[in-house]
């Protein structure tokens, strides 16, 4: 191929196929490619030709747009998915926050004397009454409220912590880093197995600031254990004039279905056990966005409030918002508005029934199989819940590709691949019948 018959950049950007393409990706896109074409008629190397150059660039853009966010059918059975956006904010409490999301508001204006106000005030209030704290502040994560509290009240000092808590959550993060770089000093004490009471005791010396108990997110210690309850803790941090901290990871209201909380008490029953202070994530078993809720003693709240990281760390009003209306919606009762309460509160029987719904719409019905899923967002590893899945025929990895290219994840198990109901959105229904249908033929 000459130089004088590679495609025009203009011609390119104008073809039918290219239509719905966001134009400056897909030009940065052909130039490239073409560079590419010219370089080969350089070194007198064989170019592609014009269609095959189209087919290149229409291949780069298409790799570019399956990037983008796009819903998806969640069909795995993990309600709190942490690759599929966990938890999953109901419409209705989106329709709430709009007006404030698409305006100008008081975010920061006091609007009785008109002057600057503090996004968090509102806020605050909400989660103190929901949760019976004596305050609240919101940082954008929670490995975000961890470094942020230990900067605070542990910078240039020692923070305790047992062996067995030292984890690592999603994204290679470990605490025992956030902590190095929050500029505490980490002081391993226990083992991995067994940690005691009398080890947070001989670990405290002149220069220990805090004493921290992480709860253990993705994994489960079994067998030969022992560990520290967070109230002995509070009570020997008091007892020696230091902070004692809990970083939860994930909070919950009220009770869960399916005995889900037998080992971990709601947040409320934390606070109420005397902790000073506790962290955790707004989505999760919370079921609203993803953020950092800190919670615990008023006067601690307003040091956290003066450290100057925390203007690095502050959430927006799309945040605020969103997380405001899932607080009053549980201060109301209005449980059937989060959307992860209601999928974990699913009973089989509602499931089989949706499962009958399902096959009744089907060209081919699918085998109907109980199973159990797991709850997901490094909550509760080890603790299974029962679950209802379709089970589509043939083979199993091909399977999953056809359904993922189709925005359908599901999971494979027992060499079967599996749509396990349970985390399946009633709105996603009807979509999924079709896709179903359209894979199957």
Avoid at 107 to 135: C, I, P, Q, V, W
Wanted: overall charge neutral.
């Amino acid at each position: 191929m000459d130089f004088k018959n590679l495609p025009q950049i203009d011609r390119i950007l104008n073809l039918e196929c290219f239509k719905d393409a966001l134009k400056p990706i897909l030009s940065q896109i052909s130039r490239v490619v073409l560079n590419e074409q010219r370089e080969l008629i350089k070194l007198g190397e064989t170019a592609l030709n014009q269609e095959q150059i189209i087919e290149k660039i229409a291949s780069e853009y298409n790799a570019y747009k399956i990037s983008q966010l796009t819903p998806i059918i969640n069909a795995t059975g993990v309600s709190i998915h942490t690759n599929l956006g966990r938890s999953v904010i109901d419409e209705r409490i989106y329709e709430r926050a709009k007006d404030i999301i698409c305006s100008y508001s008081n975010l920061e204006y006091n609007l009785e004397n008109g002057s600057r106000g503090n996004r968090y005030d509102y806020a605050a209030k909400l989660l103190r009454t929901l949760f019976g704290s004596e305050d609240a502040l919101i940082v954008n994560n929670n490995a975000s409220a961890v470094f942020l509290v230990l900067n605070t009240f542990a910078k240039g000092g020692e923070t305790i912590v047992s062996r067995g808590e030292l984890v690592e959550i999603g994204g290679n993060f470990r605490i025992p880093e956030v902590m190095n770089a929050s500029g505490t000093v980490l002081k391993e004490i226990g083992t991995t197995n067994k940690t005691r009471l009398s080890d947070y005791e001989n670990a405290i010396n002149e220069n220990t600031k805090m004493l921290l108990k992480v709860h253990r997110s993705n994994f489960d210690i079994v067998g030969f254990s022992d560990s520290v309850e967070a109230s002995e803790i509070s009570d020997l941090a008091r007892q020696n004039n230091l902070l004692d901290y809990y970083d939860l990871g994930s909070g919950y209201v009220g009770e869960l279905p399916y005995n889900l909380g037998k080992d971990e008490p709601a947040v409320d029953k934390i606070l109420q056990s005397g902790v000073s202070l506790i962290s955790f994530s707004g989505d999760k078993l919370l079921g609203s966005v993803q953020c950092g809720i800190i919670l615990g003693k008023k006067e601690l709240i307003a040091r956290l409030r003066k450290n100057q990281l925390l203007r690095m760390l502050r959430v927006d009003k799309v945040i605020i918002s969103l997380l405001c209306e899932s607080a009053k919606a549980y201060i109301n009762k209005e449980f059937s508005l989060i959307t992860t309460l209601n999928e974990l509160y699913k009973s089989t029987n509602e499931l089989e029934i949706l499962a009958n719904l399902i096959n009744e719409n089907l060209a081919e019905p699918l085998e109907i199989l109980t199973t159990q899923t797991f709850v997901g967002g490094g909550t509760m590893p080890n603790k299974k819940i029962p679950s209802i899945a379709l089970v589509v025929k043939g083979n199993a990895k091909k399977n999953e590709q056809n359904f993922r290219a189709e925005g359908v994840i599901g999971r494979i198990e027992n060499d079967k691949f599996l749509l396990d109901l349970r985390s399946v959105l009633q709105k996603d229904v009807k979509k999924l019948i079709n896709i179903i249908n359209k894979v199957s033929k």
